[in-house]
């Protein structure tokens, strides 16, 4: 069974989308609070753990869905088994308001930086496992251009690589955070880190050269049973 990417890309997308909105329906004034009171507007100050945890997975969820949307962009076709992979990926992503929530109420407390750190490395764990099935059953394009297939294999490569990275720093935060609570959230730095670091190749660039070359050379389906 032969299944293009819109529909996965679309559906992802949409839950990508939500888990973000979800997020931050839980940073709430607190109750009894009257905004033409400079007194208790200074009990907006203890919003501040749990802004800065919302704006955190604002950012690793952005991460996820830019290499989510970078690696179907490198697909050609899905199959039951990638469906099924992609949803393990969006059950742990859609987790992610859970300890953000938990570390904004409780900043210091080393469980709440441990399951975040959990979190985070299964949602890592099941983009590399993603990418990596993709990658084993030829799912990824393959064109006569020998320059476009190194291309693609180099980004697969580095992408893997940064992803490995990624889980070790998330794995190390859990029992960092029982040391080392800063510890801990160092190691969360470290894959927004890694992702800006440039490459030097343009994912979207390379995209468009896959697309024009697809168009030139469509690709000839086996009829699904």
Not at 7 to 26: G, H, L, P, Q
Request: hydrophobic letters at 50%.
């Amino acid at each position: 069974m032969n299944i293009t990417t819109n529909r996965v890309e679309a559906f992802s997308d949409c839950v990508i989308s939500i888990v973000i909105t979800v997020m931050v329906f839980d940073i709430k004034l607190p109750e009894g609070v009257h905004l033409t009171n400079k007194m208790e507007l200074k009990q907006l100050w203890l919003l501040l753990p749990q802004f800065i945890s919302y704006l955190f997975s604002f950012v690793v969820l952005g991460i996820m869905w830019l290499n989510h949307h970078h690696l179907l962009h490198l697909i050609q076709k899905v199959d039951e088994k990638f469906l099924w992979l992609n949803l393990h990926l969006l059950f742990w992503l859609s987790l992610i308001p859970f300890p953000t929530n938990m570390l904004g109420l409780n900043p210091t407390l080393s469980y709440s930086t441990a399951t975040y750190g959990a979190i985070l490395f299964m949602a890592a764990f099941a983009l590399t496992l993603l990418r990596g099935y993709a990658i084993r059953n030829s799912l990824m394009y393959i064109k006569r251009e020998k320059t476009l297939n190194k291309t693609i294999d180099k980004v697969n490569r580095r992408a893997r690589i940064k992803n490995f990275i990624g889980m070790g720093a998330y794995l190390l935060s859990i029992p960092m955070s029982f040391w080392s609570i800063y510890g801990a959230y160092a190691c969360f730095c470290v894959m927004p880190l890694l992702f800006f670091i440039p490459d030097g190749i343009d994912d979207e660039l390379l995209a468009e050269k896959i697309i024009a070359s697809n168009e030139a050379n469509p690709p000839t389906h086996t009829p699904g049973i």
